[in-house]
T-cell receptor, first 113, second 116 residues
């Protein structure tokens, strides 16, 4: 299936741990994003990569480090997890040249205890 | 930066009625305005979008209107059905910005409930 996929779907971990979330898209898009959706459903962009280059970096703690090994993959590593990191993290992708419709992944539900 | 406000935060309508959700944006350079629908536990999915060179766009029961002068845009859903129940997000961005990545700024969402 052509899609944006994320792993894992659920992640429950202790405060202070380090965890990674992976995203892959097989839509041939050249731009990928990470969004955070908090408990109030507010969707906020965190990072964006275009062809492996970081192009958007919002005010995010440096405990969050994205990595894009190629334009089809965008991973998110989080160090020293805190309670406030609990949220749903969505990956999305698009073509930058036409740059409109962003297709979202299914989300990763992160719970920090 | 861009700021998008969305109202109402919750909306309850009877099946068959119309629903209207309104958004305002702050950056006059914004030129692309998508609407996303997010069902419970699912991903946001694009339902309709509009560019700033168009005042209105319609797709079956869904329509979006844009007033560039006033910097607001609205989603209209007619003949609502129970399956329309979801959270709806408006967003704004500047399309074609060199060096940028089409950053979407989302509104705070509207929980629409369609009652039988």
């Amino acid at each position: 299936d052509t899609a944006v996929s994320q792993t894992p779907k659920y992640l429950v971990t202790q405060m202070g741990n380090d965890k990674s979330i992976k995203c892959e898209q097989n839509l041939g898009h050249d731009t990928m994003y990470w969004y955070k959706q908090d408990s109030k459903k507010f969707l906020k962009i965190m990072f964006s990569y275009n062809n492996k280059e970081l192009i958007i970096n919002e005010t995010v703690p440096n405990r969050f480090s994205p990595k894009s090994p190629d334009k089809a993959h965008l991973n998110l590593h989080i160090n020293s997890l805190e309670l406030g990191d609990s949220a749903v993290y969505f990956c999305a992708s698009t073509f930058r040249s036409n740059g409109e419709t962003q297709y979202f992944g299914p989300g990763t539900r992160l719970l920090v205890l | 930066g861009e700021n998008v406000e969305q109202h109402p935060s919750t909306l309850s309508v009877q099946e068959g009625d119309s629903a209207v959700i309104k958004c305002t944006y702050s950056d006059s350079a914004s030129n692309y305005f998508p609407w996303y629908k997010q069902e419970l536990g699912k991903r946001p999915q694009l339902i309709i979008d509009i560019r700033s060179n168009v005042g209105e766009k319609k797709d079956q029961r869904i329509a979006v209107t844009l007033n560039k002068t006033a910097k607001h845009f609205s989603l209209h859903i007619t003949e609502t059905q129970p399956e329309d129940s979801a959270v709806y997000f408006c967003a704004a961005s500047i399309m074609g910005l060199t060096g940028g990545g089409n950053k979407l700024t989302f509104g705070t969402g509207t929980q629409l409930k369609v009652e039988l």
